[in-house]
């Protein structure tokens, strides 16, 4: 449950049945709209109680941390490297495939006389040349210089992110 401290009551202590359960809540109202939660408790508690608050507070609300520790933890360092990892994996793929759709826009047809066969004809071509622009856009042609240089991007930070991780093991 949820107590008022006796000594302190602008804080709160939450008892959960999980071992280290214990969690230590202050809100502070700074301006009627914005307020800031200090939450006292493992990081992994802190994340699944946000993450369960999340859930009750309307969309306009949003977490953000408020001071950052000069020095990380492994485990922090590992995250980030990792989100680098994603975001680098992301952008570089979406620049490869930029440049292939860049090359296949689609130009716009008339439509065809229904009685003509030159026209069902032309119909016909185009619908085939758009399957084809189709296929290719599922298994698209990539520039190979480009694809050497997201490879290397990509080496490069999953060298980081395993440089990253092998401290947080021996640091663990």
Not at 23 to 29: I, K, P, R
Not at 91 to 116: K, R, W
Request: charged share 25%; proline share 5%.
């Amino acid at each position: 449950g949820c107590k008022k401290v006796e000594v302190s009551p602008q804080y709160l202590i939450i008892d959960s049945s999980a071992p280290s359960g214990l969690m230590l809540l202050h809100w502070d109202q700074i301006t009627p709209f914005r307020g800031e939660l200090s939450i006292h408790c493992s990081q992994l508690q802190m994340l699944q109680f946000l993450d369960s608050l999340l859930a009750f507070l309307p969309a306009s609300c949003f977490i953000q941390p408020v001071k950052h520790a000069k020095s990380q933890s492994a485990a922090q360092v590992f995250a980030l490297v990792l989100e680098d990892e994603v975001l680098s994996l992301r952008e570089c793929v979406s620049l490869l495939l930029c440049g292939e759709e860049a090359g296949n826009e689609e130009h716009c047809e008339e439509t065809p006389d229904p009685g003509c066969v030159e026209g069902l004809q032309r119909s016909r071509e185009g619908w085939q040349q758009a399957v084809e622009r189709s296929r290719r856009r599922l298994s698209p042609l990539v520039d190979v210089g480009k694809y050497r240089e997201v490879i290397r991007s990509i080496s490069d930070m999953q060298m980081d992110g395993d440089l990253a991780g092998l401290i947080y093991t021996q640091r663990t």
